[in-house]
Every structure is written in structure tokens, then in C-alpha cells.
């Protein structure tokens, strides 16, 4: 006999009430927390909101002069921090930074992998070289970090945080490398989190909207230069469209702390997703017309920094450059 769908729905909705109720939330303090691209941005707001629950952190970064300034200011607030220069593309480097926090803490409780990469232009100038490039950092090196991190996670009944991001849900124009990439991180947290729940192993992926994290500028342009980074930086700055870094932070912590398998951050991702899900054409054909209204490709194999394609407007944007002089990004 078939249950009415309602008797269903009620059934699914007493199922996840419950597990919210009884699974008791995972107490962070005295926790050894691993956070690559822990030194600015994104990283630096995860790091500020692990340190306010009571973790010791170990920030992963490919600067010094960067991790420095950042484990500076989180000792200021009282953190326990202790940092390890590397590049998350070098698996000898992923080694030295859970060595660092067993050197410190003697423990490995907690990997986040933050750390990535954002390009931004046609698809046309985009070489199979730029897609390998950000599938290394975004999703490759995840997957090396934890395979490199599981005997210590499993010996702490230890848990991971994804960052991917609703690109991994939805592609969006001018973003496509950076999409699939996000694509495969977010597949990723889905297969670690069913196969690792065996080991005492939680996996959460989160998949946020644009955050003022003060980024732009380091992110990755082609094609027309000031047009591509204009449009960009101004999104990732304009209020109901981007969310806080530091809202952010809260949110993705707080999905660790529940345990959550995947969870959408911010409103605007939240809709993409449901658009995708409920109209997969529609979505589709409104991106295509959100990429008509995007800049034509070059045809050339040029790449700047977003810093080098600032202009008087994306430079003077109060919202920019006040999340670049918060998270660390304004050297």
C-alpha cells in the first residue's frame, strides 16, 4: 500500500527534527583545527570563528609574511595558532602542515579546505591549462589533504569542512572552470561523507554565494580585463546579492557543529539551488542570457591579477576595500 505523500513529508520532517534534537552537536573546544587558506579572506574569517569556540588552530598558507599578520591578529584575541608556509599542490607540504599541528597539539581533529582558486572570462580564453590549474587547487588538493589527514581523523572520530560553493551547483557564465571544479569538490564531500561515516568521520560540504572577503583582487582575469573584473568585484560587493565573510564563517562552523552532509550559505545560493532543481531549463536559459550581457571573449591567452585590472570605481568601492583591510587582503 502506497503512504500518502503528506504522511511521507511528515515522516521525513519528524526524521530530520530528530536528528537535530538528539545527535548531540560537536563541542569544538580544545579541538585541533587544520585550515588551509587559513592567512586572508574566507579562511581568515574561519579561522576567527573556530578560535571564539575554543579550537587551536594551524593555518595553512602558501605566504609567511601573510600567516604571520594573520596568526598575529588571532593571538590578540587569545587563539591558540601556529602556522606552516606551503602550497596545498604539493603533497609534501599538506604533510608538513598535519606534522605542525601534531607538533603543537598532538592532535588532529578538525581538516578545513578552504584554501582555492577563482578565474574569471570567456570560455573561449580559457586554455585546458587554466581547467587543470584550478581543478589541482580546488579539488584535487582536498582530496589529498584528507587522504593525507584520515589516520589521524579517524584515531579523533574527527570531522572535515568542504567549501565549495553554489558554482557547484550551478554553472555560472564566465565561471566555468571555477564551476567544474566546485562540481567536483561538492561530489567529493558527497562520496567521503557516505564512506567515512564507517570510520567515525564526518564530512560537510558547504556551498556559499558570493562573500565579501575582499578576494577579488587575487582572483585570476581573461578576456577584457577592467570590464571582466569590474562586473565581478562589483557582485561579490553589493549588498543582498554577497553576505559578510564573517556571517559566512558562522554559518559553515555551525553546519560542522550539527554534523550537516551539505548545506547551501546565503539566500542567493539557496534560490539557485531550488531554480536548478525545480527549473533546470529555465535556469539554463537565464544564464545564457545573463552571458550576453557579459563581455565578448579576446581571443588571447592573457591573464592579469584582479588587482591589476582595478579601476577608479571597483577601487573606491567602500564594501571592497573594507573586507580587504578586515580579512588581510590589502597588501
Do not use: C
Request: no cysteine.
Amino acid at each position: 500500500m502506497r503512504l500518502p505523500k503528506r504522511l511521507l513529508l511528515l515522516g521525513l520532517g519528524a526524521a530530520i527534527a530528530a536528528r537535530h534534537q538528539f545527535i548531540p552537536r560537536y563541542d569544538l573546544t580544545g579541538k585541533s583545527v587544520l585550515i588551509t587558506g587559513g592567512s586572508r579572506g574566507l579562511g581568515l574569517a574561519l579561522a576567527r570563528e573556530f578560535a571564539a569556540r575554543g579550537a587551536r588552530l594551524t593555518l595553512l598558507a602558501r605566504s609567511g609574511d601573510d600567516l604571520e599578520r594573520a596568526a598575529a591578529g588571532l593571538r590578540e584575541q587569545g587563539a591558540a595558532v601556529t602556522t606552516f608556509a606551503g602550497d596545498v599542490t604539493q603533497q609534501d607540504d599538506l604533510e608538513g602542515a598535519i606534522q605542525q599541528a601534531l607538533r603543537e597539539y598532538g592532535a588532529l581533529d578538525v581538516v578545513v579546505n578552504n584554501a582555492g582558486i577563482i578565474q574569471t572570462g570567456p570560455v573561449q580564453d580559457m586554455t585546458e591549462d587554466d581547467w587543470r590549474e584550478i581543478m589541482e587547487v580546488n579539488a584535487f588538493a582536498p582530496l589529498r589533504l584528507i587522504r593525507a589527514a584520515y589516520p589521524q581523523l579517524k584515531t579523533a572520530g574527527g570531522r572535515v569542512l568542504i567549501v565549495s560553493s553554489v558554482g557547484g551547483k550551478v554553472a555560472v557564465p564566465h565561471l566555468g572552470p571555477y564551476s567544474m571544479s566546485k562540481f567536483a569538490s561538492a561530489g567529493l564531500g558527497a562520496a567521503l561523507n557516505a564512506e567515512l561515516a564507517r570510520d567515525g568521520i564526518s564530512v560537510t560540504t558547504v556551498l556559499p554565494a558570493l562573500m565579501q572577503t575582499g578576494s577579488p583582487k587575487n582572483a585570476v582575469i581573461k578576456g577584457d580585463f577592467e570590464k571582466e573584473y569590474a562586473w565581478f568585484a562589483t557582485l561579490d560587493n553589493t549588498p543582498l546579492v554577497s553576505m559578510p565573510a564573517d556571517t559566512a564563517a558562522r554559518q559553515m562552523v555551525d553546519a560542522l557543529v550539527r554534523g550537516d552532509a551539505e548545506t547551501m550559505i546565503g539566500l542567493p545560493a539557496l534560490a539557485l539551488k531550488y531554480a536548478q532543481a525545480l527549473a533546470p531549463q529555465l535556469t539554463a536559459d537565464l544564464m545564457g542570457l545573463t552571458n550576453r550581457l557579459l563581455p565578448g571573449p579576446t581571443g588571447k591567452d592573457e591573464r592579469r591579477l584582479g588587482a591589476e585590472a582595478e579601476t577608479e570605481l571597483t577601487r573606491n568601492n567602500p564594501i571592497k576595500r573594507a573586507a580587504e583591510e578586515r580579512f588581510n587582503q590589502d597588501g
